[in-house]
T-cell receptor, first 108, second 117 residues
Framework: GQSLEQPSEVTAVEGAIVQINCTYQTSGFYGLSWYQQHDGGAPTFLSYNGLDGLEETGRFSSFLSRSDSYGYLLLQELQMKDSASYFCVQAAGNKLTFGGGTRVLVKP | DTGVSQDPRHKITKRGQNVTFRCDPISEHNRLYWYRQTLGQGPEFLTYFQNEAQLEKSRLLSDRFSAERPKGSFSTLEIQRTEQGDSAMYLC???????????????FGPGTRLTVL
């Protein structure tokens, strides 16, 4: 089957670093994406990892280890606007599966 | 506005009624996806089109749900004999498909919020 595990909630202060882990169990795995969703908004694409290693996009980085069936999203220099839900997403075959989401709350 | 649009944004219906939602993807995008999202959960994949072909349909999708993309442009999602459990946000996304589904960047519409009374 296909399932993704990620923590339900993380709280941090402005300027801090947050790491959101995602573990997956699937066959036919191609890669892992990350999406951000603010309350009341639509999901927006953040990052994609098709190969092992780190992908960096500004303050956000994403990592994948296929051997460990594990990835993470790293949020650096947290800002209040980063308060949102973050989803890891996997594609296998013709199906896309979103994780349950990690709600990040940034405090002043 | 060249983003993904969905219509209507909100729909309130009585149990047992049929409803139809429309999605207009970004014009050059060949892939279109439908998801359902309930409060506090991630989007749940429903179905996916490449051009006009429906390539995948979730096993979670009952026979009351049907989707079409007749000309490979806009898509409709119909729910027949609605139930209270169908209440959710229905999201549409589109992408310019590459070789693999996983490499696509999906662009989501604002969603249609369905409330079944």
């Amino acid at each position: 089957g296909q399932s993704l595990e990620q923590p339900s909630e993380v709280t941090a202060v402005e300027g801090a670093i947050v790491q959101i882990n995602c573990t997956y169990q699937t066959s036919g795995f191609y890669g892992l994406s990350w999406y951000q969703q603010h309350d009341g908004g639509a999901p927006t694409f953040l990052s994609y990892n098709g190969l092992d290693g780190l992908e960096e996009t500004g303050r956000f980085s994403s990592f994948l280890s296929r051997s460990d069936s594990y990835g993470y999203l790293l949020l650096q220099e947290l800002q209040m606007k980063d308060s949102a839900s973050y989803f890891c997403v996997q594609a296998a075959g013709n199906k896309l599966t979103f994780g349950g989401g990690t709600r990040v709350l940034v405090k002043p | 506005d060249t983003g993904v649009s969905q219509d209507p944004r909100h729909k309130i219906t009585k149990r047992g009624q049929n409803v139809t939602f429309r999605c207009d993807p970004i014009s050059e995008h060949n892939r279109l996806y439908w998801y359902r999202q309930t409060l506090g959960q991630g989007p749940e994949f429903l179905t996916y089109f490449q051009n006009e072909a429906q390539l995948e349909k979730s096993r979670l999708l009952s026979d009351r749900f049907s989707a079409e993309r007749p000309k490979g442009s806009f898509s409709t999602l119909e729910i027949q004999r609605t139930e209270q459990g169908d209440s959710a946000m229905y999201l549409c996304a589109s992408s310019l498909g590459g070789r693999q589904l996983s490499t696509d960047t999906q662009y989501f519409g604002p969603g249609t919020r369905l409330t079944v009374l």
